[in-house]
């Protein structure tokens, strides 16, 4: 129990250092995705302090540069609904390389990472890749269960910025449920067999840090 605390702390000191914005206390604390996280193998789950790039894979310069976690398991399906009412899951997108991030309006890195991956995703969006941003109710309206009134937050938000990336209506927190973390922005990267390659907690920095998960996940399939 006690080296579950400690790598949890680790992960929540980490993820105010990235930028992240803390969730609501009423939402479940234990998921898959969490044991997946505590169970890791302990070389994969610490990343080193050394930045320099010289040489580097693209998968050492996410954990080390970018604070990627190594998560290695198989993703957890989930269903929700586009903006425009139509219902999907996360296996629908298998094949593709999958960007999952977990978001809120009132959040700043969240707010700050979009132009990010709005650019990502019009440069990337006919290639085999997809950008999925999930609205969680609780989450969206910190620890509230009315999801018409978290869609209407939503849905003013991304029209308001233009963002033209698949935008998630997670109403009954199906998803959130499986892929909780104490904070938001919360990235996953997921390959195209519907492996949870990565985790990162907190926003993206820009698009070539995206890039370079992409070069990753590709490097794993050659």
């Known amino acids: 129990m006690s080296r579950i605390i400690k790598i949890?702390?680790?992960?929540?000191?980490?993820?105010?250092?990235?930028?992240?914005?803390?969730?609501?206390?009423?939402?479940?604390?234990?998921?898959?995705?969490?044991?997946?996280?505590?169970?890791?193998?302990?070389?994969?789950?610490?990343?080193?302090?050394?930045?320099?790039?010289?040489g580097a894979s693209p998968q050492d310069i996410l954990k080390n540069k970018y604070y990627f976690y190594e998560i290695n398991k198989p993703m957890e399906d989930f269903e929700a609904e586009d903006l425009n009412g139509n219902k999907v899951k996360l296996s629908d997108y298998k094949g593709k390389i999958i960007f999952l991030n977990f978001w809120a309006t009132w959040c700043p890195p969240c707010r700050a990472e979009m132009p990010h991956m709005e650019?990502?995703?019009?440069?990337?969006?006919?290639?085999?890749?997809?950008?999925?941003?999930?609205?969680?109710?609780?989450?969206?309206?910190?620890?509230?269960?009315?999801?018409?009134?978290?869609?209407?937050?939503?849905?003013?938000?991304?029209?308001?910025?233009?963002?033209?990336?698949?935008?998630?209506?997670?109403?009954?927190?199906?998803?959130?449920?499986?892929?909780?973390?104490?904070?938001?922005?919360?990235?996953?990267?997921?390959?195209?067999?519907?492996i949870v390659r990565y985790f990162k907690m907190g926003a993206f920095s820009g698009k070539q840090e995206m890039e370079l998960a992409v070069k990753a996940i590709r490097a794993l399939e050659e």
């Open 8 to 54: 949890f702390t680790l992960l929540l000191v980490l993820g105010l250092f990235v930028s992240g914005c803390a969730v609501s206390k009423d939402t479940p604390r234990e998921t898959p995705q969490d044991q997946a996280a505590e169970s890791q193998d302990e070389n994969a789950a610490k990343p080193s302090q050394n930045n320099g790039d010289d």
């Open 119 to 194: 650019e990502f995703y019009e440069e990337y969006k006919d290639e085999d890749v997809v950008v999925l941003a999930v609205s969680s109710t609780s989450v969206e309206l910190r620890g509230g269960t009315d999801d018409k009134a978290a869609e209407k937050k939503v849905r003013s938000f991304i029209q308001e910025h233009g963002y033209t990336f698949p935008v998630l209506l997670d109403r009954d927190d199906e998803a959130w449920k499986i892929y909780y973390r104490s904070v938001v922005p919360a990235n996953y990267i997921i390959d195209k067999e519907g």
